[in-house]
Nanobody
Framework: QVQLVESGGGLVQAGDSLRLSCAAS????????MGWFRQVPGKEREFVAR????????YYADSVKGRFTISTDNAKNTVYLQMNSLKPEDTAVYYC????????????WGQGTQVTVSS
C-alpha cells in the first residue's frame, strides 16, 4: 500500500512559480510510477506529468511542457512538481498518484492541493 500527501498549493499571480510536493510512504516505492494530475470542478481529471523513481522516464502533457518539471528526491521519498510561468488556466486541484510500473491504472491517490492562479 502507498500513502501520498501533497502540499505546496496556494494563490499566486499569473507568471509566478510554485512547487508542489508529494510525500510518499509504503514498501517498494521503486516499483511505482508517480504522476501528477489536476482537476477543475465539473471537468474530468487531467494528466499533468509522470516520472519513475529512477528519474529517467518523465513525460508531460502538452499544456505544461516547457513550464512544469517533475522530479524525485529518493532520499526523502518525495515527488515534486515545479510549476513556472503559471497561467490562470492552470488553476485546479492538483493530485499526486501512483501506479505499479507494470500497470496503467493509478490506484493510489493523495487528497489534493489547491492551486489558484489569478490574472
Amino acid at each position: 500500500q502507498v500513502q501520498l500527501v501533497e502540499s505546496g498549493g496556494g494563490l499566486v499571480q499569473a507568471g509566478d512559480s510554485l512547487r508542489l510536493s508529494c510525500a510518499a510512504s509504503g514498501r517498494t516505492l521503486s516499483s511505482y510510477t508517480m504522476g501528477w494530475f489536476r482537476q477543475v470542478p465539473g471537468k474530468e481529471r487531467e494528466f499533468v506529468a509522470r516520472i519513475t523513481w529512477s528519474g529517467g522516464n518523465s513525460y508531460y502533457a502538452d499544456s505544461v511542457k516547457g513550464r512544469f518539471t517533475i522530479s524525485t528526491d529518493n532520499a526523502k521519498n518525495t515527488v515534486y512538481l515545479q510549476m513556472n510561468s503559471l497561467k490562470p488556466e492552470d488553476t485546479a486541484v492538483y493530485y499526486c498518484a501512483a501506479r505499479l510500473l507494470s500497470t496503467y491504472e493509478y490506484r493510489h491517490w493523495g487528497q489534493g492541493t489547491q492551486v489558484t492562479v489569478s490574472s
